[in-house]
């Protein structure tokens, strides 16, 4: 059986302060999407914070524990309705017999609502990494989860580091075995000794496998959640920016991971064929670049992006990095995900939450050609209704070029075809890498104000 850890948030309780980060009341779901070519037979175990295991049966109404998933389906599982489980916080491990795609959202509820997404984990690492970590920077601030992914009790040590990559702030913890520890930098970030505005980074070194996410939130109901990175690499690839794309607009952020000084260099592909390559910069070991597009677009002379998504090309000439791309919406509404490392790079991608007007929350994925020389040609289907013929997406395929992203939207790509859906994307001639947004429009009547969108990384095999 392969295990995936991963990290899931349920009911929190208003009464207690360190609870507060999100909503007043969390409640998480999260789909399970067998990405191999046999029938799975998964069983799922919860551990809360003290480590107590959690071995529900069944898992939900009419689905036992373990059950099994044909080839490309999927499971929702929505920890409310999961039987005898008391309300907490908890960690996942997910075994499977299958390779599977793991997602959760996140949903906080109250005078506002924030809405995160992020992947499960199937490896993890003696150091993590986090290149966003923010601490009361526009109202911005971390809630950085680390689970331990081993059989046996470990500590972690978590270090924070400015925008200069000084640490400033060290601190340890004890986590039972697949139990889970919650760094609220809203709370606790005073007593850690951070200065107020930080727009850092952070690593965690547990003495064993750990994993971890960041579930940033921000007034108003803005939310970014992605995953720690457990390795980096020399190039990496981000498949959607924005600069003023219907009102949107992203930044990136690079971090150093390695342990001398590198230069970093990042081109942007804009959708129609033109590139915008600014300067490269120079970051220390723990540092982080950080491009503000719509801050830095002008100074750079780069050619307008308006309503255009733009790809990304970051390469480091020496040291290894790991970054993510935050996108926000005025009004409440802000995504993340992780930059993708050339082995990240698949001709095969899932996508296992993609949705057309599914409790009024549509999608659309976006894939990148990682390839610096060759076309690829990119073909999808959605399980349990086919592919659609078009208009506006003919046939479901369509080519892009080196470095090239695209965006598939599904209430166009979908028309009247409504529900949850999981998403299989091939590539021919070149590997892809995938992403996909998750929005709830306004025109649909959402319950609150608040974040209604979220992103996630599509998994390669």
């Keep these: 059986m392969k295990k995936l ?63 099994t998933l044909a080839p490309g389906a999927k499971q929702e599982i929505y ?30 509820t109250g005078a506002t609502y924030y809405n995160g997404s992020y992947s499960g984990f199937n490896a993890g690492a003696t150091t993590i990494y986090f290149p966003s970590t923010q601490y009361r920077y526009y109202n911005w601030n ?10 046996s009790s470990i500590t972690a040590d978590l270090y924070i580091y400015n925008a200069a990559g000084s640490q400033v702030a060290h601190q340890q913890k004890t986590i039972p075995a697949f139990a889970s520890y919650h760094w609220d930098l809203e709370t606790v970030g005073a007593g850690l000794g951070l200065p107020s505005g930080l727009n850092g980074s952070a690593k965690v070194v547990c003495s064993g496998a750990c994993v971890g996410t960041d579930n940033q939130t921000a007034t108003g109901g803005f939310t970014q959640s992605y995953n720690a990175f457990i390795a980096g690499d020399t190039k990496l690839f981000a498949p959607a920016l924005y600069n003023n794309y219907y009102g949107w607009n992203g930044s990136l952020k690079v971090q150093n991971i390695g342990a001398s000084a590198t230069n970093i260099d990042v081109i942007y592909y804009i959708e129609g064929g033109a590139v915008c ?27 307008s992006a308006t309503n255009k998504i733009i790809g ?30 050339s082995a990240d790079g698949a001709s095969k991608v899932g996508l296992p939450v993609i949705m057309n007007n599914y409790y009024k929350w549509d999608t659309a994925f976006v894939c990148q050609n ?83 969108s979220m992103s996630y990384n599509g998994f390669g095999q």
């Design 312 to 341: 990304a090309v970051v390469t480091s000439d020496s040291q290894p990095i790991a970054g993510v791309v935050n996108a926000a919406l005025p009004g409440g509404q802000a995504q993340t995900y992780g930059a993708f490392a």
């Design 370 to 452: 990682l390839d610096p020389a060759n076309n690829a040609t990119v073909t999808y289907s959605y399980s349990g209704v086919g592919c659609p013929s078009g208009p506006q997406y003919p046939g479901c395929t369509y080519t892009l070029t080196p470095g090239q992203a695209k965006s598939v939207y599904q209430p166009a790509d979908l028309d009247a075809t409504t529900g949850l859906f999981a998403v299989t994307v091939t590539a021919t001639g070149a590997p892809i890498a995938c992403i996909a947004n998750e929005t709830l429009p306004a025109a649909r009547g959402r319950p609150g104000p608040g974040d209604w």
């Design 142 to 151: 971390s809630l950085m989860s680390v689970q331990n992914t081993t059989a």
């Design 277 to 303: 390559d600014p300067p490269a910069e120079n970051i220390q070991p723990g540092q982080a670049l950080y491009h503000y597009l719509p801050a830095k677009w002008p100074t750079w002379g780069c050619p």
């Design 79 to 108: 920890m409310p309705a999961v039987p005898g489980l008391p309300d907490g916080r908890y960690s996942v491990v997910i075994e499977s017999t299958e390779p599977i795609a793991v997602i959760a959202n996140l949903l906080g």
């Design 5 to 67: 850890a991963f990290l899931v948030i349920l009911s929190l309780v208003a009464a207690l302060p360190v609870y507060a980060q999100l909503g007043e009341t969390d409640n998480s779901s999260f789909v399970i999407q067998n990405l191999g070519t046999a029938t799975a037979t998964i069983s799922v175990t919860f551990y809360d914070e003290a480590g107590n295991d959690y071995f529900p049966n069944p898992i939900r109404t009419g689905v036992s524990n373990p059950f």
